[in-house]
């Protein structure tokens, strides 16, 4: 990397916007509450099996009925900004473009939202972070019936681009797509669970579905853009972009050409299925080359509202992998991944990072630099905003209050990626303009369950859902203010 002159090493803009992010299904509980019918989500965590230790987001951390205490943690923890998720099923509980709006609902949110304007924090508001409304799964399949899907996610977009407008600077359409179609119709482990794996759900096609899943949400994504940019932007401002997730690959073994190629190829089967039909205005090669006619083609009025949707790119990132190619072995007709393994060591055995609490995530902060770098090469330098980052940690929840306050790995997470952030920034030129810690609380972990916790604030699920702040809910605002007006 190239050192640029008359910059700091490490820094971030004087209005730099950081804060927390939640989603609603994660933390609202009150299902029933001002007419909200159930989720996708509800229904699969209370199908046996689907959620590790049993639990599902029935009370969670019955935020639905505290936000004005989590709007005063939000404040004394110095947060600029908030990202919270509105719940579909709360606003239109039977999902669908001609069923009936609970006004409810929408008052709860305006409200929330005007409160957080008073308490000076901007909102950051996403429409769906995985929470559809079950009855449209039930009616005509959900995200399978783009047809449907489209036009039902448009009207929802209306009805609360309408509600908010004027209020909301940062809108994001959808929350990691990759995860909705990948993990909810591939590998079966979210919301519906549809897979071909037989000994995980009757239903389902893995060689398909993820597919056609991902294209509806980049066809509803593309007209929610065109309906904001064209009714609401003009007159109310605020921007619009999609929120993907990402994480940064090294080779398995760098000397194999095969593995270097397959880092390439991972990052673009995770992140450029949906950012290159936004950014570049198609699929990507290796994914049109692995999946023939299997990945649908977009239609002239689709891919043009799709082609230069993103105001911003929303980001979230938390870790980093190992990648070793399964090539020249043809790729396995239900492979969501571009035929490769993701592993924590690498040929010689060096560890990516320390263990945590989830399967999936071991810090390495160089790989967040890394891929802010990738992906301001790949799509022309775009504003990213960090919608989320953060950790869990082995063995957290073992631990009792108020030990667990205490949460040194955590804090370690921040500096570090903080550090490393603000470093693309300063050093690389990277245009990020905020950043959003996962998760402001302890929170329902979707397949995991309570067992693994996010927050920097303890949640006490046992003593009625009382909200702690832990040592990195302190750190951060130490951490951001260090390197805020440094560039
Ligand atoms: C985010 O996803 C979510 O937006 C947020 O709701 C969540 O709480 C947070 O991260 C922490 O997990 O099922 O073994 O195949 C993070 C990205 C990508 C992490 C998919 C889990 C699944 C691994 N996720 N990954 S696996």
């Given at each position: 990397m190239i050192q640029r002159p008359n910059r700091t090493e490490a820094g971030l803009p004087s209005d730099f916007l950081w804060g927390f992010a939640t989603a609603s299904y994660q933390i609202e509980g009150a299902p029933t509450a001002d007419g909200r019918l159930p989720s996708t989500w509800d229904t699969f965590a209370n199908t046996p099996g689907k959620v590790s230790d049993g639990t599902n987001g029935d009370v969670a951390c019955d935020s639905y009925n505290r936000t004005a205490e989590d709007i005063a943690l939000l404040k004394s923890l110095g947060a600029k900004a908030y990202r919270f998720s509105i719940a579909w099923p709360r606003i239109i509980p039977l999902g669908g473009r001609n069923d009936p709006v609970s006004q409810a609902g929408i008052d709860h949110y305006v409200k929330f939202v005007d409160d957080l304007i008073a308490a000076d924090i901007t909102p950051v508001v996403t429409l769906f972070h995985w929470d559809l409304p079950d009855a449209l799964d039930k009616r005509y399949g959900g995200l399978l019936n783009k047809d449907e899907f489209v036009p039902d996610f448009l009207r929802y977009a209306r009805v609360m681009f309408e509600a908010l407008k004027g209020k909301v600077p940062y809108w994001i359409t959808f929350n990691e797509p990759f995860c909705s179609s990948g993990l909810g119709y591939g590998i079966g482990k979210h919301a519906p669970g549809r897979t071909s794996d037989r000994s995980v759900n009757p239903v389902g096609d893995s060689s398909t579905e993820p597919w056609l899943a991902g294209h509806s949400i980049l066809c509803a994504h593309g007209a929610a853009v065109q309906l904001y940019r064209s009714e609401y932007k003009p007159q109310h401002g605020g921007e619009i972009g999609i929120t993907l997730n990402g994480d940064y690959g090294y080779p398995w073994d760098p000397s194999n050409p095969r593995d270097v190629e397959a880092v390439e190829r991972k990052l673009e089967f995770a992140i450029s299925w949906f950012a290159d039909p936004i950014y570049h205005g198609q699929y990507p090669d290796s994914m049109r080359k692995q999946l023939g006619d299997r990945l649908p083609t977009f239609t002239d009025a689709e891919i043009k509202s799709i082609?230069?949707?993103?105001?911003f790119y929303g980001m979230n990132h938390y870790c980093s992998h190992f990648i070793k190619s399964l090539e020249p072995a043809p790729a396995s007709k239900d492979d969501i991944e571009g035929n490769l393994e993701c592993h924590f060591f690498d040929i010689n055995n060096n560890p990516v990072g320390e263990e945590t609490q989830s399967p999936w995530l071991r810090p390495n902060a160089p790989g967040f630099r890394h891929l802010l770098n990738w992906l301001s090469n790949r799509y022309n330098h775009p504003k990213i905003l960090v919608t989320e980052f953060g950790t869990s940690i082995k063995n957290e929840n073992d631990l009792k209050y108020p030990e667990i306050l205490d949460d040194e790995f955590r804090c370690e997470y921040f500096r570090t990626y903080i550090r490393a952030m603000s470093e693309a920034v300063a050093?690389?030129?990277?245009?990020?303009?905020g950043a959003l810690c996962w998760s402001l609380m302890d929170n329902f972990e979707w397949s995991e369950g309570y067992e693994t916790r996010f927050g920097v604030c303890y949640v006490d699920y046992e003593g009625g859902q009382k909200r702690y702040p832990k040592k990195s809910a302190q750190e951060t605002r130490e951490l951001f203010e260090q390197y805020i007006g440094k560039v």
């Open positions: 082609k230069g949707s993103n105001d050093q690389d030129g990277v245009n990020v303009f």
